[in-house]
């Protein structure tokens, strides 16, 4: 296999298991750098088919290799987490808009109450695999309403 695919599917891999990957602890944000942040709207919103999307703001400063502002949203009634979408962001230290659309299937979640986490992730290149690289985390309860 050449080298650019290869590495391309790297990076796809490492990508998904950062989706599947287990919550950071609530105090990981200590860890974080002052100036890189990410928020969460108060409100999301779900469309009659499933489709949640959510949104926020983030600032990063500092990259080498590609970065995602990535989310995922869950509710009291389960122990369960859906992965809505994965932004590219710009680490330029501006305040940038970040909005992560998808129809997570099977879904069981509904208008209300739900939590939702927010990361910026930079998949940093180690040797010839990319690795995630955490640059902030936001976990937030908003309110999910009908779009």
């Not at 950071?24 to 942040?37: Q, V």
């Not at 998949?123 to 990319?130: A, Q, T």
Request: charged share 20%.
């Amino acid at each position: 296999m050449p080298l650019r695919p290869a590495l391309a599917t790297a990076a796809c891999a490492a990508l998904l298991l950062l989706v599947a990957a287990p919550s950071a602890p609530a105090d990981s944000t200590a860890l974080a750098d002052p100036k890189e942040t990410v928020t969460i709207d108060s409100v999301g919103t779900m469309a009659a088919d499933g489709t949640v999307t959510l949104s926020g703001t983030y600032r990063c400063v500092d990259n080498v290799g590609p970065v995602y502002v990535s989310s995922s949203i869950g509710q009291p009634s389960e122990n369960y987490r859906y992965s809505i979408g994965g932004t590219p962001a710009v680490c330029d230290g501006k305040l940038h808009r970040w909005e992560n659309t998808s129809r997570p299937s099977p879904t069981t979640l509904k208008h209300g109450k739900a939590d939702v986490e927010a990361t910026i992730v930079e998949l940093h290149p180690v040797g010839i695999l990319p690795l995630p690289r955490f640059h902030a985390l936001m976990k937030e309860d908003i309110t999910l309403s009908k779009a």
